[in-house]
């Protein structure tokens, strides 16, 4: 059982068990003189940060900012490793064995575990970012590979429930928190889709979709047929991305409907 000792709503709550709905945003997505998303005007809405680790996107004088940010504002800190792809942002699909998959996975944790312990900030979780996120759900070599790495470092992994995800998390004894997504799109059978492949949502669409999933456990599909993505009646974990145009509004909309949803369901206050 993993505690957690900081993180809003935290409290004595062990980390692979949520009170209410919480939000977690990914965070600290720049690299060198290349901006990415409005990291401290978002954190204070948020109650996780995906932490990207030099992938994807970020670099050690960002990830070590990000992490000092996260800390200011006393919000949980997860590693956010994606394919090592800054031209493609993570987002194109790589060919890498299983043997690189997983050294990469323990590369990439470890080195944002430096920053964490620099700062004694404690790791939260660890959630794959893009297109390593989307292809572990249904591809058990990639998922095999890199739930082997995440279980040396004794965290959470937050994934979609009824995926491989789960059943991965479970193979190695990994605590799993269930996700959904309300600024991408599910396809019709409920299997997420990430950006490639997903229409715009405005904040009234995202506002709407995450009302439905905390209440109902519904989302509308690619296609706008709600969908059921495994988390009816019960807490999750929402993700919203930073990168987008218009992310401010998006997440705005999304902390207003879980905050409703928690204190309708699950007797909580506001952040």
């Known amino acids: 059982m993993v505690n957690i000792s900081n993180g809003a709503g935290a409290g004595s709550v062990p980390s692979h068990q949520l009170s209410r709905i919480e939000i977690n945003v990914d965070c ?28 994807h996107a970020g670099d050690p004088v960002i990830m070590r900012r990000t992490v000092a940010l996260a800390k200011k504002h ?21 060919a890498m064995s299983a043997e690189q998959a997983y050294a990469e996975m323990l590369f990439q944790v470890g080195a944002l575990k430096a920053f964490l312990n620099e700062a004694e900030v404690q790791l939260n979780h660890i959630k794959p970012h893009g297109m390593w996120y989307i292809m572990m759900q249904d591809n058990d070599a990639v998922n095999d590979a890199a739930m082997r790495a995440i279980s040396h470092f004794k965290v959470p992994v937050y994934g979609l429930p009824g995926t491989l995800h789960e059943s991965g998390a479970k193979k190695y004894g990994i605590p799993f928190i269930p996700e959904a997504f309300v600024d991408v799109n599910y396809n019709p059978e409920g299997a997420l889709l990430g950006v490639p492949g997903s229409r715009k949502m405005d904040p009234e669409e995202i506002y709407r979709a995450t009302k439905s999933l905390g209440k109902e456990g519904l989302v509308p599909a690619v296609n706008h047929v709600p969908v059921d993505v495994g988390v009816r009646g019960k807490p999750f974990t929402l993700c919203l991305h930073s990168d987008f145009k218009g992310c401010r509004e998006n997440v705005a909309a999304a902390r207003k409907a879980v905050d409703e949803v928690n204190k309708e369901l699950y007797n909580d206050g506001v952040l």
Do not use: Q
């Open 74 to 94: 006393g919000i949980k800190v997860g590693a956010h490793p994606g394919f090592p792809d800054k031209a493609g942002f993570g987002r194109r699909v790589l």
């Open 28 to 55: 600290g997505e720049a690299f060198g003189l290349w901006e990415g998303g409005p990291d401290e005007e978002l954190m204070p809405m948020i109650d996780a940060a995906n932490i990207a680790c030099g992938g």
